[in-house]
């Protein structure tokens, strides 16, 4: 006989417990860091795994570090349905960004086993470990494991300290000869399911509680090296300068409005380096980064042609050298239209907006690996001031119970489609 599945508040109230419990595990006192195979991530791990058996899961630590528990189906060993985030952090971080997502999938499953829903497919809860890469140089290892797109390479990888990645895992408990067995088979996973903080304002200005990721956008990251020439302060007439500062600061600007003139393109120079950085001397040379993004690989195409163009007229005019390095490309990964649906649905259920807020997201999500290999959606939850990657990050318990409460309709309704 099966029972109602709990309220909004209930789940919401549930999820910070349970949040208060995962935090305690920081490589850094007062603070939430949580590093990839650190001795943080390895105890949050097994307390992730815990909490997965108390709601019914099978689970285990994967050779790679992940932790994956499973509530078998009708069929042993048939296609899932997969809830996952990640329980890693950036270094100072904040409490809800891929925590919750783990989290709510842990409530989801026992709130299911409890009221004695029987799915007809099996129900999986992922927690990653190397969203955030920011121990190691890699790019979504753990969920590229499971979705057969591991790096080899990355094992030899190192950390500021030198610490070899393979190494990392073996003294986290790892097994880096048995990667390559994690990679699904196609057709093993129904749907990837990934609940996330928005980690951004629109929610919050909109008034909306969630909103359905359409896709996850594309990305280009490089390096700038502006050459000039040094001189003193004093002494180099304006219209003599080669002043590689102020060439740069004109391509920063320039990245701005090339972001701005894309239909929701942003563009954003993160790292400014000038040497020598004395006050007396005119900047001789500059080093800085730049971020693009957009949901469309063809704008971001435009954006980067216009980025290239725009740069080296720059350079001209002012007499500078000029290198670009793009050292990181992602396309575009569009959210499956049909498990979109499903977490709309889910949302017209709990009596909110018919049409909920569907948007990009224009960070990068353990979604985009899995979305290699089968059907993946995303549901992104409101929080304060869309600030992120930071103790500042705040949310709601109301919030994050509707959210809970969604994902919940959403994985009913697949159900019912089966049916």
């Given at each position: 006989?099966?029972?109602?599945?709990?309220?909004a508040?209930?789940?919401?109230?549930?999820?910070?417990?349970a949040?208060e419990?995962?935090?305690?595990?920081t490589?850094?006192?007062?603070?939430?860091?949580?590093?990839?195979?650190?001795?943080?991530?390895?105890?949050?791990?097994?307390?992730?795994k815990g909490?997965?058996?108390?709601?019914?899961?099978t689970?285990?630590?994967?050779?790679a570090?992940?932790?994956?528990g499973r509530?078998?189906?009708?069929?042993?060993?048939?296609p899932?349905?997969?809830?996952?985030?990640?329980?890693?952090?950036?270094?100072?971080g904040?409490?809800f960004?891929?925590?919750?997502?783990?989290?709510?999938?842990?409530?989801?499953?026992?709130?299911?086993?409890?009221?004695?829903?029987?799915?007809?497919?099996?129900?999986?809860?992922?927690?990653?470990?190397?969203?955030?890469?920011?121990?190691?140089?890699?790019?979504?290892?753990?969920?590229?494991?499971?979705?057969?797109?591991?790096?080899?390479?990355?094992?030899?990888?190192r950390?500021?300290?030198?610490?070899?990645?393979?190494?990392?895992?073996?003294?986290?408990?790892?097994?880096?000869?048995?990667?390559a067995?994690?990679a699904?088979?196609?057709?093993?996973?129904?749907?990837?399911?990934?609940?996330?903080?928005?980690?951004?304002?629109?929610?919050?200005?909109?008034?909306?509680?969630?909103?359905?990721v359409?896709?996850?956008?594309?990305?280009?990251?490089?390096?700038?090296?502006?050459?000039?020439?040094?001189?003193?302060?004093?002494?180099?007439?304006?219209?003599?300068r080669?002043?590689?500062?102020?060439?740069?600061?004109?391509m920063?600007?320039?990245?701005?409005?090339?972001?701005?003139?894309?239909?929701?393109?942003?563009?954003?120079?993160?790292?400014?380096?000038?040497?020598?950085?004395?006050?007396?001397?005119?900047?001789?040379?500059?080093?800085?980064?730049?971020?693009?993004?957009?949901?469309?690989?063809?704008?971001?195409?435009?954006?980067?042609?216009?980025?290239?163009?725009?740069?080296?007229?720059?350079?001209?005019?002012?007499?500078?050298?000029?290198?670009?390095?793009?050292?990181?490309?992602a396309?575009?990964?569009?959210?499956?239209?049909?498990?979109?649906?499903?977490?709309?649905?889910?949302?017209?259920?709990?009596?909110?907006?018919?049409?909920?807020?569907?948007?990009?997201?224009?960070?990068?999500?353990?979604?985009?690996?899995?979305?290699?290999?089968?059907p993946?959606?995303?549901?992104?939850?409101?929080?304060?001031?869309?600030?992120?990657h930071?103790?500042?990050?705040?949310m709601?318990?109301?919030?994050?119970?509707?959210?809970?409460?969604?994902?919940?309709e959403?994985?009913?309704?697949?159900?019912?489609?089966?049916?």
């Amino acid at each position: 006989m099966t029972q109602s599945l709990p309220s909004a508040a209930v789940l919401g109230a549930r999820a910070f417990a349970a949040l208060e419990g995962l935090n305690r595990f920081t490589d850094e006192p007062g603070k939430l860091t949580r590093l990839y195979l650190s001795p943080a991530h390895r105890q949050a791990a097994e307390w992730t795994k815990g909490a997965m058996e108390v709601a019914g899961l099978t689970a285990f630590i994967d050779a790679a570090g992940s932790v994956q528990g499973r509530r078998e189906g009708p069929v042993p060993g048939g296609p899932c349905v997969m809830i996952a985030s990640h329980i890693d952090t950036v270094k100072d971080g904040g409490r809800f960004d891929g925590n919750l997502g783990v989290v709510a999938g842990i409530l989801a499953a026992q709130a299911l086993r409890d009221a004695g829903i029987v799915l007809p497919f099996a129900l999986e809860v992922v927690a990653f470990g190397d969203e955030e890469n920011v121990r190691f140089p890699t790019h979504l290892s753990t969920s590229g494991a499971l979705a057969g797109d591991y790096e080899p390479a990355w094992l030899d990888a190192r950390d500021a300290e030198g610490t070899r990645l393979a190494d990392a895992l073996v003294a986290f408990g790892g097994d880096p000869s048995g990667i390559a067995g994690l990679a699904r088979k196609p057709g093993s996973i129904k749907a990837y399911l990934e609940l996330h903080i928005e980690q951004g304002p629109v929610l919050e200005v909109e008034n909306e509680p969630v909103g359905i990721v359409t896709a996850i956008n594309a990305q280009r990251r490089a390096r700038v090296r502006v050459t000039g020439e040094a001189g003193h302060a004093g002494t180099v007439p304006m219209h003599l300068r080669k002043d590689a500062l102020t060439a740069s600061a004109e391509m920063a600007l320039a990245l701005e409005a090339i972001a701005a003139g894309h239909e929701q393109g942003v563009g954003t120079v993160g790292v400014f380096q000038v040497n020598p950085g004395a006050t007396n001397v005119v900047p001789g040379a500059v080093e800085f980064t730049i971020d693009f993004r957009c949901p469309s690989n063809e704008t971001l195409a435009k954006m980067e042609a216009a980025v290239q163009s725009r740069f080296a007229e720059i350079a001209a005019r002012r007499g500078v050298g000029l290198s670009i390095n793009i050292y990181a490309r992602a396309a575009a990964v569009p959210m499956d239209p049909g498990l979109q649906d499903a977490l709309s649905i889910g949302v017209a259920r709990m009596g909110a907006n018919p049409s909920p807020r569907r948007l990009p997201s224009g960070a990068g999500h353990d979604a985009m690996a899995m979305a290699a290999i089968c059907p993946a959606a995303m549901l992104f939850v409101r929080n304060e001031k869309g600030i992120s990657h930071s103790p500042l990050e705040n949310m709601t318990e109301a919030d994050a119970g509707i959210a809970i409460r969604v994902l919940l309709e959403a994985i009913l309704e697949l159900a019912r489609r089966e049916g």
